[in-house]
């Protein structure tokens, strides 16, 4: 469904990411790893075209990304951002009606995610860190996009949720960017698990092949599993 081709981003005479060779395949859940600032959210952001590659080339179904209008873009994307992105002033039924276009009503989409009807008149500030993540969770699915990115989108949220999250996630249909830090959650979610450090891809593969990676973060990765 997307296809990067040596794809590298510079700020100033730093280099974000380089040598980015990378299929996201459709149906399938791509799982993003690395330490923080290993580049995660600036590869979603070439994506979403918020930010333009340096150079190489970024394809959406065949098609080149700088082809592509960025609304239409963007539509196709349901996009959770690390900082998610709500919008201050509108409630929690504002944010999710505004985008919504899938057969299930407001109320059924925020009740799947756990969050409670009572909770769709609030404003964010009003909301917990984990509410308001099950929020944008929900206005990224209200569109039915093909494409989900999500930008650690678990992060605040206690455990218990947090699997039952990740069960939804296993059972929808849909192409998935998932960017997590948790290695076992990058277990269960991912076909495919990317492993990015310092801007470069160190390991790309089926979960089980990760073990045989000779990198050292990755090694440390893996150990943080047995510990
Ligand atoms: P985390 O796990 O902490 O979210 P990440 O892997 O998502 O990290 P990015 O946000 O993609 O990392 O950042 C990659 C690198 O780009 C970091 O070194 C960061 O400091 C740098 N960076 C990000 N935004 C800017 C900016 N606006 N100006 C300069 N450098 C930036
Ligand atoms: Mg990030």
Same mark, same amino acid.
């Given at each position: ?6 794809? $590298? ?10 040598? &980015? ?8 859940? *791509? ?19 918020? #930010? ?36 201050? %002033?509108? *409630? ?32 964010? %500030? ?8 099950? =929020? ?23 455990? &218990? ?8 996630? #296993? $059972?929808?249909?849909?192409?998935? &960017?998932? =960017?997590? %830090? ?19 891809? =160190?390991?790309?593969?089926?979960? %089980? ?19």
């Amino acid at each position: 469904m997307i296809l990067l081709n040596q794809v $590298a981003f510079n700020r100033g005479t730093a280099s974000i990411l380089a040598g &980015i060779t990378l299929e996201v395949p459709p149906n399938q859940r *791509t799982v993003l790893l690395g330490r923080s600032g290993s580049g995660k959210s600036t590869l979603l952001r070439l994506i979403n075209r918020l #930010l333009q590659t340096s150079s190489g080339s970024i394809t959406f179904n065949q098609k080149p990304l700088a082809e592509i209008d960025p609304l239409t873009l963007r539509r196709s994307i349901g996009f959770v951002s690390q900082n998610l992105g709500l919008f201050p %002033h509108w *409630t929690a039924r504002q944010q999710i009606t505004r985008f919504h276009h899938h057969k299930d009503s407001v109320e059924s989409l925020a009740a799947s995610i756990g969050l409670d009807s009572t909770l769709l008149d609030r404003y964010p %500030h009003q909301l917990s860190g984990g509410q308001q993540q099950r =929020v944008a969770i929900a206005r990224a699915l209200a569109s039915n996009p093909p494409l989900l990115m999500l930008d650690e989108p678990f992060s605040a949220l206690d455990p &218990i949720l947090r699997r039952e999250m990740q069960d939804l996630i #296993l $059972a929808l249909d849909k192409t998935i &960017i998932f =960017v997590t %830090h948790d290695l076992r959650e990058a277990m269960r979610l991912g076909h495919k698990l990317v492993f990015l450090r310092d801007g470069k891809i =160190v390991f790309s593969g089926p979960p %089980h092949e990760l073990q045989s990676s000779n990198d050292t973060e990755v090694q440390a990765y893996l150990r943080t599993l047995n510990q």
